[in-house]
T-cell receptor, first 110, second 113 residues
Framework: QKEVEQNSGPLSVPEGAIASLNCTYS??????FFWYRQYSGKSPELIMS????GDKEDGRFTAQLNKASQYVSLLIRDSQPSDSATYLC??????????FGAGTTVTVRA | ETGVTQTPRHLVMGMTNKKSLKCEQH?????MYWYKQSAKKPLELMFV???????ENNSVPSRFSPECPNSSHLFLHLHTLQPEDSALYLC????????????FGPGTRLTVT
């Protein structure tokens, strides 16, 4: 079983719509959760971190964490063409490792 | 700019060559990492260093040899690579080890011919 699974995508949304990205993880003791954005040919950049159950909002991004369901999601509101990228979910299953999902590619149609 | 730099950005090498990748972080972090990213696959953790001590060697072939002379610099020495080693090699750093955010460098795109 994969440690971190993301909806496979690709996800295509019209400009201005909400993009919803999902991630499930297998290790119940995970405490830290991150969303990274990776543009084609570039390295991952952190966009959100979340540690407690519930929602965390930062601008147009909202991360949602439900540890009981082992589920973390990312919502992108008012999607812009510049949001077109691959989004990586990362989970910390032990002291120092981050386990990454394979990523979901998002395309925002103008 | 994340404060993590990598050189070279692109590298083409033959299977009999020896080359090194360099990573430097200007963030005062104590932990540094090497990852391999192949097309359509999740990031693969290769090595982890904390305060210059290796804490993880994730079943990586011996043709990859890491070196961490101090907490700001990390090298990946390459020799007798295979074409399947062609990938994006990413360096990252974090303040400590315990679930901290990792900040990535721009990566080195490696092609083995």
């Amino acid at each position: 079983q994969k440690e971190v699974e993301q909806n496979s995508g690709p996800l295509s949304v019209p400009e201005g719509a909400i993009a919803s990205l999902n991630c499930t993880y297998s290790d119940r003791v995970s405490q830290s959760f991150f969303w990274y954005r990776q543009y084609s040919g570039k390295s991952p950049e952190l966009i959100m971190s979340i540690y407690s159950n519930g929602d965390k909002e930062d601008g147009r991004f909202t991360a949602q964490l439900n540890k009981a369901s082992q589920y973390v999601s990312l919502l992108i509101r008012d999607s812009q063409p510049s949001d077109s990228a691959t989004y990586l979910c990362a989970v910390n299953p032990d002291d120092y490792k981050l386990s990454f999902g394979a990523g979901t590619t998002v395309t925002v149609r103008a | 700019e994340t404060g993590v730099t990598q050189t070279p950005r692109h590298l083409v090498m033959g299977m009999t060559n020896k080359k090194s990748l360099k990573c430097e972080q200007h963030l005062g972090h104590n932990a540094m990492y090497w990852y391999k990213q192949s097309a359509k696959k999740p990031l693969e953790l290769m090595f982890v260093y904390s305060l210059e001590e290796r804490v993880e060697n994730n079943s990586v072939p011996s043709r990859f040899s890491p070196e961490c002379p101090n907490s700001s610099h990390l090298f990946l020495h390459l020799h007798t690579l295979q074409p399947e080693d062609s990938a994006l090699y990413l360096c990252a750093s974090s303040p400590g080890l315990a679930g901290d955010v990792q900040y990535f460098g721009p990566g080195t795109r490696l092609t083995v011919t």
